[in-house]
């Protein structure tokens, strides 16, 4: 059974857009042509590995339904290795993403976003992510400037990441609304689509041919919830048009 009542969605990753790859020593060369001091001469293949040695040292104590904030995490790797750069903390973590990890918008996002924005449909982000909701809509919006979001929760600024109930709560106080009126958009079968039906949300089950390069994959599972299953942002536009004038 498909909700009616659609006064928000929420969405973003590998929903809205798609990560190839993620190389992070080519987002440290690129920050370390703004770096003013480098104590030790490191390079961004010395950074990458010391990076990496710290986070997995931090992921001893922490659980992983905790996010660690990037801008932190960079904050303790280049103090504690010597480095400063001329650019504030959160021009040096927009140019380490753009370089480390590309984004491309999936197909037909843009006309859904704008589908949304013309019906007077409400749009929000809530993203497991350790970039800075600054920085994550910063580069949404270069890549769709004409996405209208109210506002971006992510894990970074909220400490739980999903499928803890927190973020789901948060978003709904954020909007102000029932959450039976909200539809949740999401290409996680546990991470999106369960939990937020678990929290009284209407999942939409956005299940795209496109390989998601930074979870694994839910295999053969399907979704343990009423919900709906797109592939496609245009049968989602289709689907809104039809309960358009059923309420």
């Not at 190839?20 to 001469?41: C, H, Q, S, T």
């Not at 959450?179 to 678990?198: M, N, P, Q, R, T």
Request: hydrophobic residues 35%; aromatic residues 12%; negative net charge.
């Amino acid at each position: 059974m498909i909700h009616q009542q659609v006064r928000r969605v929420f969405l973003y990753g590998h929903t809205l857009f798609y990560e190839p790859e993620f190389d992070a020593e080519r987002g440290y060369k690129e920050i370390l042509d703004f770096a003013v001091k480098n104590n030790n001469n490191l390079s961004a293949e010395d950074l990458a590995e010391k990076s990496l040695e710290i986070r997995k040292e931090i992921c001893k104590y922490i659980s992983s339904d905790i996010e660690i904030n990037n801008m932190i995490f960079q904050r303790l790797v280049f103090d504690t290795l010597g480095i400063e750069y001329s650019l504030s903390e959160e021009e040096i973590e927009m140019k380490f993403w753009e370089k480390a990890e590309p984004i491309y918008p999936m197909e037909h996002a843009l006309e859904m976003l704008c589908y949304l924005k013309k019906t007077g449909i409400r749009t929000g982000i809530v993203s497991n992510i350790s970039f800075s909701s600054r920085t994550l809509l910063r580069r949404i919006q270069k890549q769709l400037p004409e996405c209208a979001f109210e506002f971006v929760i992510t894990s970074s600024e909220y400490m739980f990441r999903k499928p803890n109930p927190y973020m789901f709560k948060a978003a709904i106080n954020k909007a102000g609304l029932k959450a039976e009126d909200i539809w949740y958009c999401g290409d996680g079968i546990k991470l999106d689509v369960e939990s937020s039906a678990k929290c009284g949300m209407y999942p939409v089950w956005y299940e795209s041919d496109i390989k998601c390069t930074y979870r694994k994959a839910d295999a053969d599972l399907r979704p343990q919830c009423p919900h709906l299953n797109i592939h496609d942002w245009l049968e989602l536009i289709e689907i809104l048009d039809k309960l358009k004038n059923t309420y």
